[in-house]
């Protein structure tokens, strides 16, 4: 194997989208993945493309969210150019629920901000939502339609990232461990895998929940807690939108199944489901679609996401180290943020240009 510029540690998405717009950019990377490319969080995630459910208020990760999800159409083109791979995009829309007066008031006061955004967000009754999902439970009082969002199947954009990437002339090492980084004196050297030693100018840590091991052995502290989440699959398109509900949510996939996730359980690196988290999923769907309390569940699994110390992704150079760069801690993002990740610090290390990563930065564990 030749020497490549950048190594990459970890196959998951993050790392494949990487590996893909660096390629564009013209740097010869190599990716390195333990186990299968997608094989742990990417490969457990519902896809789902919803900035608008996932924050409090605007501010910076917001604004990143909403420069990725506006990547999503352009690129999923490119890749099925590239590659052939249907990645599954669907801009199903999003239906956000409450069931009690105090939830309504909350939907408002969201739709009040949400409204100034340009995404289309319409605030809607009980019986108008039921227009749009006609199985949704009849207890829904109010809901929030995001039209724009939507959702991918997150195995496939990973393959196809991968596969984009390698036709550029990246590298993909499947069933190489990274088990140290190699370092002197604050400049990194390369990787020592389970394969031997390889050298590279520049190495990006992107290994989900396992990116703070290799970082802490180095002397970094930044933490990379997993969490797990465990899902459940249902046989059939059982809805047309994505509903997002206060305990839970439904995501229709375009190959027909319908998904409910997922629990947030911080029990370490133990990437099973349990009958405690099943059983609150079930609970959960039958609560939002009341068809669904009688359904069979076809299938479940569990994945681990990488958190961070503040729960924003960590991206970027890390302080008084040369060549050594980190895109983690995505929490249950990093299918949404993929695009932006790649692209943005794609060119940050070829341009130097930050491009709005600023904020995400590891420099921010590191001020006095």
Avoid at 131 to 149: D, G, H, I, K, N
Avoid at 157 to 170: D, I, V, Y
Avoid at 208 to 236: C, E, F, H, N
Avoid at 266 to 283: C, E, K, N, Y
């Amino acid at each position: 194997m030749s020497r490549p510029d950048v190594l990459i540690v970890g196959g998951g998405i993050i790392g494949c989208a990487l590996a893909y717009y660096l390629a564009k950019e013209g740097v010869r990377a190599t990716v390195l993945e333990r186990g299968e490319i997608g094989g742990e969080a990417s490969g457990a995630s519902a896809g789902m493309l919803a900035p608008l459910a996932e924050v409090h208020g605007p501010g910076p990760f917001l604004d990143l969210a909403l420069k990725s999800l506006n990547m999503f159409p352009v690129l999923v083109e490119e890749l099925r150019e590239l590659t052939g791979i249907d990645t599954g995009y669907s801009q199903c829309g999003l239906l956000r629920v409450s069931f009690s007066p105090a939830d309504d008031e909350q939907l408002r006061a969201r739709y009040q901000w949400l409204s100034s955004l340009g995404m289309g967000v319409e605030l809607l009754r009980g019986e108008e939502a039921r227009l749009l999902e006609p199985r949704l439970s009849p207890q829904v009082t109010m809901a929030l339609f995001s039209p724009r969002e939507g959702q991918v199947e997150a195995s496939s954009l990973t393959q196809a990232l991968a596969e984009a990437a390698r036709r550029l002339g990246a590298s993909i090492e499947v069933g190489a461990e990274a088990l140290r980084l190699l370092h002197r004196k604050g400049r990194v050297m390369g990787v020592r895998t389970s394969r031997g030693r390889l050298l590279a100018a520049t190495v990006m840590v992107a290994a989900g929940a396992w990116s703070g091991r290799l970082l802490k052995a180095v002397g970094i502290p930044i933490d990379t807690p997993p969490v797990r989440g465990q899902m459940v699959a249902y046989r059939g398109l059982v809805v047309r939108h994505i509903i997002w509900g206060p305990e839970g949510y439904l995501v229709p996939k375009t190959r027909g199944f319908t998904y409910a996730g997922a629990t947030v359980e911080r029990v370490g690196f133990r990437p099973h489901t349990t009958r405690a988290g099943l059983r609150r999923l079930r609970r959960m769907a039958g609560h939002l679609v009341p068809f669904l309390a009688r359904a069979e569940v076809a299938s479940s699994w569990a994945g681990l996401r990488p958190g961070s110390p503040d729960g924003l992704p960590v991206i970027g150079p890390l302080p008084q180290w040369e060549g050594l760069w980190v895109a983690t801690g995505h929490f249950r993002n990093g299918v949404l943020l993929a695009p932006i990740t790649g692209q943005a610090l794609a060119r940050w290390l070829v341009r130097g240009e930050a491009a709005g990563l600023e904020p995400f930065s590891p420099a921010r564990f590191f001020t006095s």
